[in-house]
């Protein structure tokens, strides 16, 4: 009985304090994050690049008269938070349209969210080429991050320029590795039929001692290893390989941002040298006036001295929105993916267009070797340059 | 009807009553609690009615929702049958690994449930080609006759109710005193002639099955399902939940689920340091409320009455 | 591939320095559960904070010669510290409570810590670098094996030894050993058992900051590695035996090996294959290989 009457009480209370913030006239765009764990360390810094982004929209005047507001939550690294929270942000803050999630898990549980609500989602980082092909595609999914299979080709026209002929390969074991991999290895077999993939690694994503790997790709004797461990799992890869001679003894070629600034810090000394690498953006190139100019704007926001190489990636799917619906002229759903599609911006790496087709953006990445400079207290990609994407997505 | 069942009534009618609000919010936030509130009575059949501490009951409701999605999606079942035969899914598992674990007691049970929930993670976890692996089931999509987040918040009121119903009926016959003798002192109930492994292996699969419907509700509720619903964080939530309600009072679970789920959804949207927000509500909890919310309340009413 | 016998020896010693890895974090956990009944989900928060206060101590000795080595000992002396603070705080008044309660009081220091550590030092990746001795590799058989590695697989047996021998021939470590048995009588003795259990607490956290601060080197420093490490000390403590030092000293040296070898056969199951192991051990011998069946 008295179990009961506090049973009412509580539904009453739940009900009188959840009544959701009705719809102002704000635009309000969810941003669901990983914040807290190992990948927090690139999921922060792109969910600096949007706030920045709608504090320059905002202090110029909003998008149609009416200011944004971007609501930033951790959704951890599971896609299961991802939906939870993008859900809550879409019934409770009834949030317009959706960006955010890192991992390609999280990318593809938020497209079907965005599919089920009916709503816009950009993802900005998930790079899983499945998101946006059949039968997964539909039409309120976009992505302004490059994807998995541009990332496995670009790895792949650089790894053939290089006499190695026995491949390894190395990756987690889930959706990203198996993807990246996936479109990495029949590229080169299609530039140079003449490579054998030797060995494929894949340990678990999380793996702490991985040096049960090192030894069965060292025992396969390969010319070069190909990797896609990304952030502080690359780093304990290379912390691992590096005393069995492992970079001395094999080229190595490494996409998942090992190239990052980020990555790079975050292994100090034990960064090894000469490996080929990638990075969304990288603050000392290209030298010219618009990118110096972005990049003084990022450290300025964020109190940086080095501008982050993920800021650029929140920034970005956030341009995409706003520019739509500023040519749109309206947040209808309907119409913004209209203007989305094929919608040319500016951006942090220059131009990038949204192709119609797929909803995909044709991006590309920066590569290079990780070099020791002088000027900078820690490694970059020298030289680095920018591998588009046009020829390498379909 | 007695004036208990009377207030349950209206709290029933009063919840069907949420859609008529118009907000999605609500109704999405109580089909959450519901299902949730569900696990949570069903884990505390073994918890605090047996005296079970199981530290794997994530594998149930996983192996509900991924029974639940993979009759729909792979055998192409209608969600009828898939939804009906979800439950005796989590009852097969129950029975074949509570079979193992009831033979063990206190912390070794704990970890053997926790280790046996760990190899059903694993499974679904790596069985890519029947699972999805890391990215799960997507597109479980709500049946025709339940096309809407309002009708489905009904469907779920009316399972979770029936449900509630039952286990209501299972822990106040002479089964459920026998499962509370044996909490209370199980060498004592095995010398007056009570088989107690027998009773706790059925109140194992009792809970296992109804873990797995809660488990089948949610994967058409959230459209899709991911192996992280089987890992070991969610079993210590679920026993959370139980606690923050009160493990010894039959609707403690339900609550401790409503306030757990309705702070989260709060506090998350202020701050990313819901984890330790979540820890200092757990130990205050432990050292000042230990009977939970409702056992709290209760004492308080106690003395009231006592002090008039 | 063929497997030749070098490249066997390798994986298994690289088998073997994993499971002195686990053997140091682990042992902190059994000592705990042995002597004060209650199983510390917090553990793994503690192995976080070791390698995260070694991370801090490195760059406060930045110019010191052994920098590395002070910073290991301070570093795992703070956090047993801390140990000490929430043995004293918190765990001691749930001693008399039911074991679900103590758990779930671990789990909640679990949740607290880790949100502490990310609040402290944020989300980055943070490094630590080996010490200069011991960089580089050795050759065994024509192999490369990292000096580090060489370093920890003695250091864990001299680690195991020199605890064993504590126990055995200090008046603390009867004392401990006793307490393992009766606390009532050892309290009834005249022996203050409150001190001892904040002591043993202590030694408990401190092997598992030693272990955090020792692996700092060879992984990166990140949130969420508390969570990752637990499971696997509970594996190998559990098999083992829960309470026993030597028997995590085996499950250790069962369970690394298995783990790098089974890499080698199936792949992509040898996870699955170390909880196997658990689940089998705990059914035939729930008090594990080399433990008591539990009195109290």
Not at chain 1, 92 to 121: M, P, R
Not at chain 2, 138 to 155: A, G, H
Request: hydrophobic share 50%; aromatic share 14%.
């Amino acid at each position: 009985m008295r179990k009961l009457l506090v049973f009412v009480i509580t539904c009453m209370v739940i009900m009188a304090f959840s009544l959701p913030a009705m719809g102002a006239k704000k635009i309000v765009v969810g941003f669901p994050m990983y914040l807290s764990g190992g990948g927090a360390v690139f999921g922060k810094p792109s969910a600096e690049g949007a706030k920045m982004l709608v504090k320059e929209v905002n202090d110029a005047g909003g998008v149609l008269g009416r200011k944004i507001e971007l609501l930033v939550r951790d959704c951890k690294s599971s896609p299961d938070e991802a939906t939870r929270v993008a859900k809550e942000m879409i019934l409770k803050d009834n949030i317009d349209f959706l960006v955010g999630g890192l991992t390609s898990s999280q990318g593809l549980a938020l497209s079907d969210v965005s599919k089920h609500e009916k709503i816009v989602y950009i993802a900005p980082i998930p790079k899983v080429a499945k998101m946006c092909e059949k039968p997964r595609l539909h039409s309120y999914v976009f992505r302004s991050a490059c994807n998995s299979k541009t990332e496995g080709r670009s790895a792949a026209v650089l790894a053939a320029k290089h006499p190695w002929k026995r491949i390894a390969t190395v990756g987690p074991d889930y959706s990203y590795g198996w993807s990246v991999t996936g479109a990495f290895i029949p590229w080169l077999k299609n530039i140079k039929p003449e490579v054998e993939i030797v060995h494929q690694a894949w340990p678990k994503l999380g793996e702490s001692d991985y040096t049960p790997f090192i030894s069965v790709i060292l025992a396969s004797k390969p010319d070069a290893v190909f990797s896609t461990l990304w952030g502080g799992h690359f780093i304990t890869f290379a912390k691992q390989a590096r005393d069995y001679g492992f970079f001395e003894k094999v080229g190595f070629v490494s996409a998942g941002e090992a190239g990052c600034m980020e990555a790079i810090r975050g292994a100090g000394d034990d960064m090894p040298l000469g490996i080929i690498s990638n990075a969304y953006d990288t603050f000392w190139h290209p030298d010219t006036a618009w990118h110096r100019d972005w990049v003084g704007r990022v450290n300025k926001f964020m109190g940086t001295k080095y501008a982050s190489s993920w800021a650029g990636t929140g920034y970005d799917a956030m341009k995409f929105l706003t520019e739509a619906i500023k040519k749109a002229g309206t947040t209808d759903t309907d119409k913004v993916i209209k203007a989305l599609e094929g919608l040319t911006i500016d951006c942090s790496v220059g131009k990038l267009t949204m192709r119609a087709k797929d909803h995909q953006a044709v991006r590309g990445m920066y590569w290079g070797p990780v070099t020791k400079v002088p000027e900078y207290p820690f490694p970059i990609l020298k030289p680095v340059r920018y591998i588009p994407a046009d020829e390498l997505m379909d | 009807m007695s004036r208990q069942n009377w207030i349950l009534i209206a709290i029933l009618v009063l919840m069907g009553l949420i859609p008529v609000t118009g907000s999605r919010y609500y109704v999405f936030l109580l089909t959450d609690i519901l299902i949730f509130g569900l696990f949570a009575l069903s884990l505390n059949l073994l918890l605090g009615y047996t005296g079970l501490v199981s530290f794997g009951h994530a594998a149930y409701f996983g192996i509900g929702c991924y029974a639940c999605g993979l009759l729909i999606k792979k055998a192409g079942l209608s969600f009828g049958i898939a939804f009906a035969a979800t439950g005796f899914f989590g009852a097969a598992a129950a029975l074949i690994i509570g079979f193992f674990c009831v033979r063990l007691t206190r912390i070794y049970f704990a970890l053997l449930t926790l280790a046996f929930s760990q190899i059903v993670w694993a499974i679904v976890f790596k069985w890519n080609s029947l699972t999805g692996g890391d990215t799960g089931i997507y597109d479980i999509n709500f049946p025709k006759f339940l096309d809407s987040r309002t009708k489905y918040f009904y469907f779920t009121l009316a399972v979770v109710s029936i449900s509630v119903l039952i286990l209501r009926k299972i822990v106040n016959s002479p089964f459920g005193r026998i499962l509370m003798t044996i909490r209370d002192n199980p060498e004592r109930t095995e010398f007056i002639g009570i088989n107690v492994k027998l009773f706790q292996l059925l109140a194992f699969i009792i809970s296992g099955f109804f873990s797995a419907i809660s488990g089948g509700l949610f994967a058409v509720f959230n459209h899709s399902i991911f192996p992280d619903f089987c890992y070991w964080p969610v079993s210590a939530e679920v026993l959370i939940m139980t606690i923050l309600g009160g493990m010894y009072s039959f609707f403690g679970p339900l609550v401790g689920a409503a306030v757990l789920l309705y702070l989260r959804m709060e506090v998350t949207s202020y701050t990313v340091y819901w984890p330790f927000i979540l820890g200092t509500i757990l130990i205050l909890l432990l050292f000042f409320f230990p009977g939970g919310i409702v056992g709290f309340i209760e004492n308080q009413i106690k003395r009231w009455r006592s002090s008039k | 591939m063929s497997f030749d016998l070098s490249f066997v020896v390798l994986q298994l010693l690289n088998g073997l320095t994993n499971a002195m890895f686990i053997f140091l974090i682990a042992s902190g956990l059994s000592i705990i559960f042995g002597v004060l009944g209650v199983l510390n989900f917090a553990h793994g928060s503690l192995y976080m904070l070791g390698a995260y206060a070694t991370y801090q101590c490195v760059s406060l000795f930045v110019d010191s010669p052994g920098q590395f080595w002070w910073a290991v000992i301070a570093a795992s002396v703070a956090v047993a510290l801390l140990g000490g603070i929430i043995e004293r705080l918190l765990l001691r008044r749930l001693y008399h409570q039911e074991e679900l309660n103590q758990l779930l009081l671990t789990y909640a220091l679990v949740l607290v810590l880790g949100d502490l550590a990310r609040f402290i030092w944020g989300v980055d990746q943070l490094s630590v670098s080996r010490p200069a001795v011991l960089r580089g590799a050795v050759e065994i058989l024509g192999q490369y094996f990292p000096k580090y590695n060489v370093f920890i697989l003695f250091l864990g047996p001299c680690v195991a030894f020199l605890f064993w021998f504590f126990m055995l021939r200090t008046r603390w470590g009867r004392m401990v050993r006793a307490a393992a048995l009766d606390r009532e009588t050892l309290g009834a003795l005249g022996v203050n058992v409150d001190r001892l259990f904040t002591v043993v607490f202590m030694i408990g956290s401190w092997f598992g900051a030693l272990g955090g601060a020792l692996v700092a080197p060879v992984i990166t420093i990140r949130p969420g590695m508390d969570v990752e490490i637990i499971i696997n000390a509970f594996i190998v403590v559990v098999i083992g035996g829960l309470g026993s030092f030597w028997g995590t000293f085996l499950g250790a040296l069962i369970v690394g090996p298995v783990y790098a070898l089974g890499i080698l056969v199936f792949p992509r199951l040898s996870m699955i294959f170390i909880y196997v192991i658990m689940v089998v051990v705990l059914m035939t011998r729930p008090w594990g290989l080399l433990g008591r069946p539990l009195q109290r």
